[in-house]
């Protein structure tokens, strides 16, 4: 007698293992999605620059240096971008010693209390291929506010410069109230709307210096090339010094 078979087999013991294979077979020859890239803020090539009203006559202009931070980003992909910065305000400089003294004490900034402004970012919204705007939370003297930051992504290249360490380049905008931050003295004198401007330069973490034969350091930049200007004598970038504490 001819032995009899099942047409198909039994239901759930055979059609679940074979597609978790299939599907296994499949995901094994994808690439893995690249994971952010991690930038760390160059305080010497990084910059915020704010503007304020001097009793209706002008635009009282400042500038703090020495801002330091972290930057993890995907350049093909700004979703996971996430930014962490910290602005030390005892680097304030308003062109005055008396001014510097007056921004720093305890009616206006309270440095001594509060000594750094404190920025993180929550997520990112694209405005445009090199555009975006960077939501997030700004602490100053101790209160925090949402920020938004309007950023242009200016370049991502090998710096020309030892140790040619990959260098990512930005400049932003924002506004604020001063006075939603408890820096609501002298009204007559300080306008309350702060306009700010942020030129900022990022380097590749843990990027390897360049040999001193101009051999192509690691990672997935091109070498820059050699250029008579571009010796010896030309500053590192970032310069190797120590900053000083105060402007």
């Known amino acids: 007698m001819t032995p009899r078979f099942p047409l198909r087999p039994p239901s759930g013991r055979t059609r679940l293992p074979l597609a978790v294979l299939l599907l296994a077979a499949a995901s094994a020859g994808l690439p893995a999605a690249p994971a952010p890239a991690r930038y760390e803020l160059d305080p010497v090539h990084t910059r915020v620059l704010f503007a304020v009203s001097h009793a209706g006559f002008s635009q009282a202009l400042g500038t703090v240096s020495g801002s330091r931070g972290t930057l993890e980003f995907d350049p093909q992909d700004w979703s996971g971008a996430r930014l962490e910065v910290s602005v030390p305000l005892q680097r304030l400089d308003l062109g005055d010693a008396d001014w510097n003294r007056a921004a720093l004490a305890g ?125 010896d004598d030309a500053p590192s970038s970032p310069p190797n010094r120590q900053e000083p504490a105060t402007p």
């Open 107 to 231: 009616r206006l900034l309270d440095a001594q209390r509060w000594p750094e402004a404190h920025f993180v970012s929550t997520r990112v919204e694209p405005l445009g291929p090199d555009r975006f705007l960077v939501h997030g939370q700004l602490t100053l003297r101790g209160v925090t506010r949402d920020v938004p930051l309007a950023v242009t992504f200016n370049q991502l290249r090998r710096h020309p410069l030892p140790p040619f360490r990959p260098t990512a380049g930005f400049s932003a905008t924002a506004s604020l109230s001063r006075a939603e931050f408890g820096i609501d003295a002298w009204p007559s004198a300080i306008g309350d709307r702060v306009e700010l401007r942020i030129e900022a330069e990022a380097t590749r973490s843990g990027e390897r210096h360049a040999r001193g034969d101009g051999a192509a350091p690691s990672g997935d930049l091109p070498a820059p090339a050699a250029h008579d200007g571009d010796r």
